[in-house]
T-cell receptor
Framework: DAGVIQSPRHEVTEMGQEVTLRCKPI?????LFWYRQTMMRGLELLIY????????DSGMPEDRFSAKMPNASFSTLKIQPSEPRDSAVYFC?????????????FGPGTRLTVT | GENVEQHPSTLSVQEGDSAVIKCTYS??????FPWYKQELGKGPQLIID?????GEKKDQRIAVTLNKTAKHFSLHITETQPEDSAVYFC?????????????FGTGTRLTIIP
């Protein structure tokens, strides 16, 4: 398996623009997580899905952030409008409840820079 | 909710020496404690984990210990090598409530000095 795939790997955009980050989880995994990593706040869970359904979005910073999972093999995280403070590395991770190992497999991340 | 504190934030050790990273957690219901390693430009990767019914677990040069009474757990790396240089994160969660969320510590940047 190719592992968790994220695109783009780097994104530079201007304040006010819409940004869409994409994630393809490992095939067969039924949990998908979106994290944000910054020097100041570390690794923060934004939202997670189980079987394509959002379970906990309490980490989503504000209404400018939204996430969808239209099917088992694709998820998006959208920021609209973007602000400089959204600059961070965004990770997608997936796991399999069936394995009961609780291991989360992380993608390589998307480095977002908002100018 | 759970709060995980991790120390130290940076650690430098001579190659061949041991490294120890410590974490404390707040929620007594937490029963699963993984450790992730993040190399530069990559996502975190699980290296070892421990459940609350076990006090210690080893895997070659790495080991994790858990003290449930004191609510702390530690990562031990022996005979350190240059490839051990990375950022290490501890995490905690209570799995028996069907909870899949991990609360991560703030990370420790480990540097192995050749």
């Amino acid at each position: 398996d190719a592992g968790v795939i994220q695109s783009p790997r780097h994104e530079v955009t201007e304040m006010g623009q819409e940004v869409t980050l994409r994630c393809k989880p490992i095939s067969g995994h039924d949990y998908l997580f979106w994290y944000r990593q910054t020097m100041m706040r570390g690794l923060e869970l934004l939202i997670y899905f189980n079987n394509n359904v959002p379970i906990d979005d309490s980490g989503m910073p504000e209404d400018r952030f939204s996430a969808k999972m239209p099917n088992a093999s694709f998820s998006t995280l959208k920021i609209q409008p973007s602000e400089p403070r959204d600059s961070a590395v965004y990770f997608c991770a997936s796991s399999s409840q069936g394995a009961r190992s609780y291991e989360q497999y992380f993608g390589p991340g998307t480095r977002l820079t908002v100018t | 909710g759970e709060n995980v504190e991790q120390h130290p934030s940076t650690l430098s050790v001579q190659e061949g020496d041991s490294a120890v990273i410590k974490c404390t957690y707040s929620d007594s219901a937490s029963n699963y404690f993984p450790w992730y390693k993040q190399e530069l430009g990559k996502g975190p990767q699980l290296i070892i984990d421990i459940r609350s019914n076990v006090g210690e677990k080893k895997d070659q040069r790495i080991a994790v210990t858990l003290n449930k009474t004191a609510k702390h757990f530690s990562l031990h790396i022996t005979e350190t090598q240059p490839e051990d240089s990375a950022v290490y994160f501890c995490a905690a969660t209570a799995t028996n409530f069907g909870n899949e969320k991990l609360t991560f510590g703030t990370g420790t940047r480990l540097t192995i000095i050749p």
